[in-house]
């Protein structure tokens, strides 16, 4: 990928693909959503807020009038949410070809999932962990089937305590905790490439630094943003690569090509060392497992 720019125009005809995208409703997973449904996906938006689904259908119909695009309803920080969502998608669609685990929450006050979690691994580990296990029987039966869990580049501040997953014996400090549950997707994607092996292609990405609501919890970013972060359509680019280029390996992890992988265009990318902690990953799967009550017949060999 070194110096080629590679952008929505490289992407093929996906129609077809049947892809979901949580919290997809703004940000990048919207962006996302639009380029997929544009090239003729059929596009699940899985999201919390149903209004602000429909008002994302509504948006990309406008710029694609015959876009094969759905909403269902999607709570992450909630594991019944999760299987009843799962279920209902199984009930409504024989095949899924591309998961994009996008959702996620970033440095809120402390809050607990409705299962006790700290709200942001809560949401962006275990309510993917969970929803991901469920899938993965339909994802294994496509041809090329891939799953994109989009981390971040903060992953490099995390450091997990299995003593204190839920920061309840600690002062809570939001970006260690957002940190954790960014390299606890690292994990996850790493771990699953060794358990799946090679019927599904698992990848991850990061957005760099991206103008997003995500960062309304945080006034230094807003402030910053006018002045270092890119727009929610460039920074879904190596979220999108990681989707559906060809070129695409299982454990492959792109960010943007610019300096300190803050803006610019998709490439590969290389995730920290502690990320790459087998002892670490395995851990975190079996309590990952043991927390959410979900469980995969794939085992680490």
């Known amino acids: 990928m070194k110096n080629v720019v590679w952008n929505e125009s490289n992407i093929a005809d996906q129609s077809d693909k049947t892809i979901i995208i949580t919290g997809s409703n703004s940000g990048i997973g919207f962006e996302a959503a639009k380029v997929l449904a544009g090239k003729n996906a059929e596009v699940v938006l899985a999201v919390?807020?149903?209004?602000?689904?429909?008002?994302?259908?509504?948006?990309?119909?406008?710029?694609?009038?015959?876009?094969?695009?759905?909403?269902?309803t999607l709570d992450l920080a909630d594991l019944q949410s999760v299987s009843q969502f799962t279920a209902i998608f199984q009930q409504r669609y024989k095949n899924l070809n591309i998961l994009i685990n996008n959702a996620g929450v970033m440095i809120p006050p402390?809050?607990?999932?409705?299962?006790?979690?700290?709200?942001?691994?809560?949401?962006?580990?275990?309510?993917?962990?969970?929803?991901?296990?469920?899938?993965?029987d339909l994802l294994r039966n496509i041809k090329n089937s891939r799953i994109v869990n989009v981390s971040s580049g903060m992953h490099r501040i995390g450091k997990l305590n299995f003593d204190d997953l839920n920061w309840e014996k600690r002062k809570y400090i939001a970006w260690k905790a957002y940190g954790d549950s960014k390299i606890a997707n690292l994990y996850f994607t790493y771990e699953l490439k060794r358990r799946?092996?090679?019927?599904?292609?698992?990848?991850?990405?990061?957005?760099?630094?991206?103008?997003?609501?995500?960062?309304?919890?945080?006034?230094?970013?807003?402030?910053?943003?006018?002045?270092?972060?890119?727009?929610?359509?460039?920074?879904?680019?190596?979220?999108?690569y990681a989707a559906v280029d060809p070129n695409v390996k299982s454990g492959d992890y792109f960010g943007p090509d610019g300096f300190m992988e803050m803006k610019g265009y998709p490439k590969k990318v290389q995730s920290n060392k502690l990320s790459e902690d087998i002892s670490i990953a395995q851990k975190l799967w079996k309590i990952s497992e043991k927390l959410t009550g979900i469980t995969s017949d794939y085992k680490n060999s």
């Not at 008002?55 to 909403?71: D, H, L, Q, W």
């Open 48 to 72: 919390r807020n149903e209004e602000k689904g429909r008002s994302a259908i509504a948006t990309i119909k406008n710029y694609y009038p015959g876009a094969r695009v759905s909403m269902m």
């Open 110 to 136: 402390y809050t607990k999932t409705k299962d006790g979690f700290e709200l942001q691994i809560g949401t962006n580990h275990f309510g993917h962990f969970a929803l991901t296990l469920q899938l993965l």
């Open 196 to 240: 799946i092996g090679e019927c599904i292609v698992i990848a991850a990405a990061h957005p760099g630094w991206t103008a997003t609501d995500l960062q309304r919890n945080s006034g230094y970013m807003m402030f910053f943003n006018r002045f270092f972060a890119q727009n929610a359509a460039m920074g879904a680019l190596p979220v999108l």
